[in-house]
T-cell receptor
Framework: RKEVEQDPGPFNVPEGATVAFNCTYSNSASQSFFWYRQDCRKEPKLLMSVYSSGNEDGRFTAQLNRASQYISLLIRDSKLSDSATYLCVVANTGGFKTIFGAGTRLFVKA | DAGVTQSPTHLIKTRGQQVTLRCSPISGHKSVSWYQQVLGQGPQFIFQYYEKEERGRGNFPDRFSARQFPNYSSELNVNALLLGDSALYLC?????????????FGQGTRLTVV
């Protein structure tokens, strides 16, 4: 089993749609959780951190369920510019080892 | 301010050769991490350095080594290159020691081994 697993995708959605990505992790001692965005042939960029209480940044909402070892990202009112690969990231034991999921590709169509 | 800079941007090497990749972190950042990204996969963690000391290591063979200099720049060395080492190598810098917290990535070095 992979340490971090994401929905395989790709997701193809129309503009304005709501889309949700799921991610599970295997190490219960994991301490920090993030979503990164990576555009084609570009470097990953931090989208948002994920907190136990859940957090929101504009159209983006992240949730963490430690008991189920599950992380989610919800994107509302999708824009063409949201088309990218979304990477789930888990940091273990003091944050010294970081594990990226394989990523979920999102295509938003007009 | 300059972001994370990596050099070279592209590199072609022959099997068995050695390669050195370079990374300059954002000014004021003391932590540098290295990742390998194969097409279609997420970045795989190789090393993290903080204050010139190795703080984390991923599941990579001993052919991979790295170091961090007093100015916090870093080098990643790979010996005895294999075809499977062909990938995008990413460097990320952050202010604190906890990896990925506010981490900023460089644009990467694309290594092709032939």
């Amino acid at each position: 089993r992979k340490e971090v697993e994401q929905d395989p995708g790709p997701f193809n959605v129309p503009e304005g749609a709501t889309v949700a990505f799921n991610c599970t992790y295997s190490n219960s001692a994991s301490q920090s959780f993030f979503w990164y965005r990576q555009d084609c042939r570009k470097e990953p960029k931090l989208l948002m951190s994920v907190y136990s209480s859940g957090n929101e940044d504009g159209r983006f909402t992240a949730q963490l369920n430690r008991a189920s070892q599950y992380i989610s990202l919800l994107i509302r009112d999708s824009k063409l510019s949201d088309s990218a690969t979304y990477l789930c990231v888990v940091a273990n034991t003091g944050g010294f080892k970081t594990i990226f999921g394989a990523g979920t590709r999102l295509f938003v169509k007009a | 301010d300059a972001g994370v800079t990596q050099s070279p941007t592209h590199l072609i090497k022959t099997r068995g050769q050695q390669v050195t990749l370079r990374c300059s972190p954002i000014s004021g950042h003391k932590s540098v991490s290295w990742y390998q990204q194969v097409l279609g996969q997420g970045p795989q963690f190789i090393f993290q350095y903080y204050e010139k000391e190795e703080r984390g290591r991923g599941n990579f063979p001993d052919r991979f080594s790295a170091r961090q200099f007093p100015n916090y720049s870093s080098e990643l060395n790979v010996n005895a290159l294999l075809l499977g080492d062909s990938a995008l190598y990413l460097c990320a810098s952050s202010f604190g020691v906890v990896a990925t917290t506010e981490a900023f990535f460089g644009q990467g070095t694309r290594l092709t081994v032939v």
